[in-house]
């Protein structure tokens, strides 16, 4: 699976989150595969509120438009964002495709 790839009218997005960070940030980890480091805690749902507050201002869409269907307790997460295609994600993230991997989320280290 791929870490951004169009499905069925929208994008999966696959990443990885770091909660309790010192800063907000989309990257891409030296293994390709999407990071996402956001300040709130990992408590009470607030890194997943904080994590679709950072990718809807990150590719400028709704927060309504991204939604989190797998991961939910878990550091890595499956987002489906609506309205844009897996190309204008990459633009917006500023990542090339061949900078990301194919692989899942998981460490593999």
Same mark, same amino acid.
């Not at 990071?35 to 809807?56: D, M, Q």
């Given at each position: ?24 940030? +989309? ?7 999407? $990071?996402?480091? /956001? ?6 749902? &607030? =890194? ?17 438009? +991204? ?7 878990? $550091?890595?997460? /499956? ?6 295609? &897996? =190309? ?22």
């Amino acid at each position: 699976m791929k870490t951004i790839e169009d499905k069925d009218g929208q994008v999966v997005l696959r990443l990885r989150v770091q909660p309790g960070a010192s800063q907000n940030a +989309v990257t891409v980890h030296s293994d390709g595969r999407l $990071r996402a480091a /956001v300040t709130a805690p990992a408590a009470e749902g &607030a =890194a997943n509120e904080a994590l679709i507050a950072l990718l809807a201002k990150t590719l400028r869409v709704p927060k309504s438009s +991204v939604l989190l269907v797998r991961g939910r307790t878990s $550091r890595d997460k /499956v987002l489906y964002i609506k309205y844009l295609t &897996a =190309a204008h994600i990459r633009t917006r993230l500023g990542v090339d495709e061949k900078d990301l991997g194919k692989g899942g989320t998981r460490d593999r280290t």
